[in-house]
């Protein structure tokens, strides 16, 4: 079938479809970056702060790039591949991460909010929840962390977590039941991430 002039090659072509073009015409995996950029910013960015987030988003496209032709074709939404990239680069900000969530637990700003109107923000938006929530995560091992962020804030099924992380589907739930236990632990009968079955 061919695609009518008009229709731009992003819009016609599943994420599978444009890896595999880019095996011949590398420059077609920015077409990939332009759909998943923003998406891998803004988890990473919520998990690291905006400046790490640039970083990490260069090296998951990067990594990706270089990896393309081990990328499973029957699968036709590359985001979870992206986010599994993501995840490792994130590991190697570990301690950055747990600095950032006990600063925000017990100032309700967090670090890299060097603007006065954006500190604001973010005090305005610190619901009773957020800095417990953040304690929590710091508290929370990083493989635990990592499934639970996957599920509540990249939207991600517990297959595609376990396909991201390249971990049995059990291990997925294990981790998530364990990291959840530890959130309404801390946040007593309140639990901020939604239950998900696959």
Known sequence: MKRPNHMPLSTTLSDADLIERSWRDPEDFALLFDRHAGHIHRYVARRLGDDTADDVVSETF??????RRDYDTARPEALPWLYGFATNFIRRHQRAEIHRYKAYSKVGVLPDADDAAEQALERASAHAVRRPLAQALASLKGRDRDVL??????????????????IPIGTVRSRLNRARAIVRDTLGSTNPTTEQTS
Not at 149 to 166: G, K, Q
């Open 149 to 166: 962020l996957l599920v509540a804030w990249a939207d991600l099924t517990y297959e595609e977590v376990a396909n991201a992380l390249s």
């Open 62 to 67: 990067l990594a990706a790039f270089r990896q």
